[in-house]
């Protein structure tokens, strides 16, 4: 059984949605950088910085948007509503792309592994596009069924840019 969470305030809830505000806009600039590259001139160091951005912010998302075991003070999806499974039940079952994408951030990028030495560099590829359409669309689920008292006000106004999309 799930141990039973901390209630949150509303204004707390609308302080850190800032915070889940900023990781989206990090996802998204740094997908939009990756597949549409300003110049051409990007050192190796450049690029996996960017790739490195991408993959943590990605991992930070797959983390709120799909809570497992999480710590007391992590933010998650369901901390903003009060009956957990309007969340749980709405939201989209986690594709087998964000299943490895999720893993991989863990194996490839955030903790230095053994498995790396296993990945052919094919298997380096990140599918940028692919990755950010498929947690934009269970963002949008939750931007949809998220009380709006529970989001600051450039969070609101995110979403309502992100429903006429």
Known sequence: MAKKRTQRSDKELVNVSEHLLYEIAMLL???LDLVNPASNKWTVSNANALIESFTIHARILLDFLYS???QPDDVIAE???DDASVW???RQA???L???IHKRVGKEVAHLTYARLAV???DKKWHFP????EIDEVLRTFLRLVPASRVSDSFREYISKTEST
């Open 29 to 31: 600039g740094t997908a």
């Open 68 to 70: 497992n075991n999480p």
């Open 94 to 96: 986690k594709t087998r």
């Open 120 to 122: 052919t560099p094919e």
């Open 88 to 90: 749980l039940e709405q």
């Open 130 to 133: 692919a990755i950010t359409k």
């Open 98 to 100: 964000l299943t490895t």
């Open 79 to 81: 901390d903003f509503f």
